[in-house]
């Protein structure tokens, strides 16, 4: 079956710091891949996705994502943190063309 | 607001009471997903429809849950007899599948939050 493991379940980082937040996913064939946050109150917004082609993929808030077949990851990746960054943070596969297999979240801290 | 909507927003009830959870797409969307998120967890799938056909349960699904989707538009979740296990947030989400099947993207819902007392 497939799953998604997300090792961080809580993160602080400096703001304007670096950040990587990691996801490993078990899956047969070649995966759709996402990132999704989650803010208090809010619904779960997607950050990026990936089906195919180049391996970094960029998405939306200055978020990118590298997608490495030999490591099974799925890392999501930002420069530099805001305050308005701190949030949770899902990773996700989709399985048979409908469901989303979500991991158990990071949050992530933002400190000043 | 073109978004998916979710009523109510928050829910308390009592052990053993029936309890039923709307969902509003976005209105061109033809499939609809149910997912449940408990504390400390992501989300997990529970049913989706394509227009009004319910095509997959999980396992997650008991005999106690239903949801419905009479027209093709909005959706309801019934879960009777509810119990403390069943406090968690109960997320909606929406898409368009074209005819190409390519895979669109789910717009997720603020989200029911359940409390069983």
């Known amino acids: 079956a497939q799953s998604v493991t997300q090792p961080d379940i809580h993160i602080t980082v400096s703001e304007g710091a670096s950040l990587e937040l990691r996801c490993n996913y078990s899956?047969?064939?070649?995966?759709?891949l996402f990132w999704y946050v989650q803010s208090p109150g809010q619904g779960l917004q997607l950050l990026l996705k990936?089906?195919?082609?180049?391996?970094l993929v960029q998405g939306i808030k200055g978020f990118e994502a590298e997608f490495k077949r030999s490591q099974s990851s799925f890392n999501l990746r930002k420069p530099s943190v805001h305050w308005s960054d701190a949030a949770e943070y899902f990773c996700?596969?989709?399985?048979?063309?409908?469901?989303?297999?979500f991991g158990k979240g990071t949050t992530l801290s933002v400190s000043s | 607001d073109t978004g998916v909507s979710q009523n109510p927003r928050h829910k308390i009830t009592k052990r053993g009471q029936n309890v039923t959870f709307r969902c509003d797409p976005i209105?061109?969307?033809?499939?609809l997903y149910w997912y449940r998120q408990t504390l400390g967890q992501g989300p997990e799938f529970l049913t989706y429809?394509?227009?009004?056909?319910?095509?997959?349960k999980s396992r997650l699904l008991s005999d106690r849950f239903s949801a419905e989707r009479p027209k093709g538009s909005f959706s309801t979740l019934e879960i009777q007899r509810t119990e403390q296990g069943d406090s968690a947030m109960y997320l909606c989400?929406?898409?368009?599948?074209?005819?190409?099947?390519?895979?669109?993207?789910?717009?997720f819902g603020p989200g029911t939050r359940l409390t069983v007392l």
């Open positions: 899956y047969g064939a070649t995966p759709y």
């Open positions: 996700a596969v989709l399985q048979a063309g409908t469901a989303l297999i």
């Open positions: 990936y089906f195919s082609g180049d391996t």
């Open positions: 989400a929406s898409s368009l599948e074209r005819t190409d099947r390519t895979y669109n993207e789910q717009f």
């Open positions: 429809f394509q227009n009004e056909a319910q095509l997959e």
């Open positions: 209105s061109e969307h033809n499939r």
